[in-house]
């Protein structure tokens, strides 16, 4: 599943021992140090969640072919810069961190965590992970946080970041239209549009110069889409589905991307994560390990 609830039940205080049945060792080192360390101090049931989680992940392979574990300095670092308490969410962004570095994409990635409980989830500053370099966010006119991300729901509301990339470049998102009568674009530039539904449709369109579609989508349905741009050999896909080749021109990413548009309104749209890797195109395996890990 790409979207999961945060149990919110009483805190679990002490060391997670061999008194709460099954838990797997690996998973009660990180909660006792979570506790110690950070003074975040676990309830039952998401220690039960985690180890689920764990479980799972293990079963399907996905933990071993992504490297996945609790250890991650550059994760633990964004996770003290964005002030994350949440167990379930300190997982999450750390098994993503490790995977994008098993796929060697850590140092051309930046990426928003954008459901409240992956990042501060509060005020206008929105953090920013990746080896790329830091480009947090800021909040034009009070797109709201939410356990899903943020829901923009009114005019020319938007995440403004300073992150730019020349082709070839690859972005990454989640999102979800629950109101398709204005136009809605996902992702911006001074450049033009790069991603956008338009009026009165479903059919998710992504350009540089010219539109081409990506897919379509169903109203009120989350989807992951992702758009290479690389000129004449640009690709995209949507909901992990195979790729089709598109010609997005020759027109490079300045001036700043923008989650959502200055110029447009986003009634009804809601987007639980976004990513730019830079000079990346043909990049395999991203909706997989999203799909799994959060």
Not at 23 to 30: D, G, L, P
Not at 76 to 90: E, I
């Amino acid at each position: 599943m790409l979207f999961r609830s945060v149990s919110q039940s009483r805190y679990f205080f002490g060391k997670v021992s061999n008194e709460i049945y099954g838990i797997q060792n690996e998973v009660k080192a990180y909660i006792n140090r979570l506790q110690d360390e950070n003074g975040i101090f676990v309830s039952t049931s998401d220690v039960k969640t985690i180890n689920d989680r764990v479980e799972s992940l293990k079963r399907s392979g996905v933990w071993s072919r992504f490297s996945l574990g609790f250890n991650d300095v550059d994760a633990d670092a964004y996770l003290t810069r964005a002030g994350v308490s949440n167990p379930l969410g300190r997982c999450e962004v750390i098994w993503f961190t490790r995977g994008m570095k098993a796929l060697d994409l850590w140092r051309s990635m930046v990426c928003w965590p954008l459901r409240n409980y992956q990042n501060i989830g509060t005020g206008s500053t929105v953090y920013s992970l990746g080896g790329l370099s830091a480009f947090n966010g800021t909040t034009v006119n009070s797109p709201t946080w939410g356990i899903n991300g943020f829901n923009f729901f009114n005019t020319a509301q938007y995440i403004s970041t300073t992150a730019t990339s020349n082709q070839p470049m690859c972005i990454f998102s989640v999102h979800r239209i629950n109101d398709n009568t204005s136009t809605s674009r996902l992702w911006d530039s001074i450049a033009g549009h790069l991603l956008s539904v338009t009026t009165n449709t479903l059919t998710l369109q992504a350009a540089s110069t010219t539109g081409q579609t990506v897919g379509t989508i169903s109203l009120g349905s989350w989807f992951t889409s992702q758009v290479e741009f690389n000129d004449v050999s640009g690709n995209a896909s949507l909901n992990g589905a195979v790729k089709t080749t598109r010609n997005f021109g020759t027109v490079n990413l300045t001036g700043g991307l923008r989650i959502g548009s200055l110029s447009v309104s986003q009634f009804g749209r809601e987007c639980s994560f976004a990513m730019l890797l830079n000079n990346r195109s043909s990049v395999e395996l991203l909706h997989t390990l999203y799909k799994n890990i959060s």
